[in-house]
């Protein structure tokens, strides 16, 4: 795919892929990637899981609006959104009026394998993280559902991932510009 002209947001439940994917897709476009919990973490000086810990998650998400507002009036770029970004109303909006958003779509099972190789998921904490991760899926789903481009993630690799967003890409392009 020829270099893009637009931001594209990666959507999805922790674990889908969005910061691997998003980095591959990123050196595949050539275009700078940015994670949007890194920006969050740099513009808060604290770690995700001690915003929730100390502010609430009310509180990061009225962060993660506004951080997610100002990556968006940049320039051409990949963005890894956190998990709950897409499902909140005015980031929803945002993503749709100023970029193209891709759902890595994962099954349970790919979920919580991924999660697991890690412990700084701070909605995990202190749960059963199938049971949560479960939960999630049911809530979230049908909201990510809205993403302009949706792709299983289940037992592909990142570079393939990228790959494959740039064809959709590619396709929605001249499915606008015929």
């Known amino acids: 795919m020829a270099e893009s002209t637009r931001i594209i947001v990666l959507v999805g439940l922790m674990g889908s892929g969005k910061s691997r994917v998003g980095f591959e897709l990123a050196k595949l476009l050539k275009l ?9 973490e740099k513009a808060a ?7 929730f810990e100390t502010l609430g998650e009310d509180a990061f998400r009225q962060g993660e609006l506004r951080v997610i507002e100002r990556l968006l009036s940049g320039g051409s770029k990949v963005l890894a959104s956190g998990g709950g970004a897409f499902i909140q109303p005015g980031v929803r909006a945002a993503i749709k009026g100023k970029a193209v958003s891709v759902w ?14 890690t412990n700084h998921r701070p909605l995990l904490q202190g749960t059963d993280p ?39 890409l590619e396709q929605l392009e001249q499915k606008e510009n015929p």
Do not use: W
């Open 104 to 117: 890595l779509k994962a099954g349970l099972d790919t979920l919580v394998e991924r999660t697991g190789r």
């Open 32 to 40: 700078p990637f940015v994670d949007s919990d890194k920006e969050i």
């Open 45 to 51: 000086g604290m770690k995700i899981s001690e915003i």
């Open 130 to 168: 199938a049971q949560k991760l479960k939960e999630l899926m049911d809530a979230r789903y049908p909201i990510y559902a809205e993403a302009d481009i949706t792709l299983v993630t289940d037992d592909q690799a990142p570079r393939e991932m990228a790959r494959r967003i740039a064809r959709e």
